[in-house]
């Protein structure tokens, strides 16, 4: 789930150390269990052990946290390459207890053709129903070889 770089060794930095500091072991098991999940127990023991070890290395919270400060350069991406529709087909999948129908209603301003599901989950789709995610994906990539 988590890599070094390429090199084999990562830095530490003060803003990893503090944010180590800061608890990612307490954030990791006091949120993922709860935070956008409508399955609480769907985050294993064994995986919130894993996110605290990604976490808790050097860079760890720093990289999971790059995916937000990215959100203003993607947005602005975003709308420049939707002045082009994609052509081909978009699966839009959410959980209804975190994002609902709205990955479907934003992908509809992106591509001509949109299939769209909402799960009885929150935001781990695949840690939270899992088998549901499988009967959904695996007949719209088969039906679009």
Same mark, same amino acid.
């Given at each position: 789930?988590c890599?070094?770089?390429?090199?084999g060794?990562?830095?530490?930095?003060? +803003?990893? +150390?503090?944010?180590?500091?800061? *608890?990612?072991?307490? $954030?990791?098991?006091?949120?993922?269990?709860?935070?956008?999940? +409508?399955?609480?127990d769907?985050?294993? @023991?064994?995986?919130?052990?894993?996110?605290?070890?990604?976490?808790?290395?050097?860079?760890?919270?720093?990289?999971?946290?790059?995916?937000?400060?990215?959100?203003?350069?993607?947005a602005?991406?975003?709308?420049?390459?939707?002045?082009?529709?994609?052509?081909? @087909?978009?699966?839009?999948?959410? *959980?209804?207890?975190?994002? *609902?129908?709205?990955?479907?209603?934003?992908?509809?301003?992106?591509?001509?053709?949109?299939?769209? $599901?909402?799960?009885?989950?929150?935001?781990?789709?695949?840690?939270?129903? @899992?088998?549901?995610?499988?009967?959904?994906?695996?007949?719209?990539?088969?039906?679009?070889?």
């Open positions: 789930m890599t070094r770089s390429s090199s060794t990562s830095e530490s930095t003060a +803003s990893d +150390s503090a944010c180590v500091a800061a *608890g990612a072991d307490e $954030h990791v098991h006091g949120g993922a269990r709860a935070c956008a999940r +409508s399955r609480p769907s985050a294993t @023991p064994d995986a919130i052990d894993e996110y605290v070890r990604c976490y808790s290395m050097p860079g760890g919270i720093r990289a999971m946290l790059s995916i937000y400060r990215a959100m203003l350069i993607d602005e991406q975003n709308r420049q390459t939707a002045q082009w529709k994609l052509d081909v @087909p978009v699966l839009a999948l959410g *959980g209804s207890a975190f994002i *609902g129908d709205r990955n479907e209603s934003q992908m509809r301003l992106m591509a001509h053709d949109v299939t769209g $599901h909402v799960f009885d989950a929150g935001h781990d789709l695949a840690e939270e129903v @899992p088998d549901e995610m499988a009967d959904v994906v695996l007949p719209f990539l088969a039906a679009h070889r």
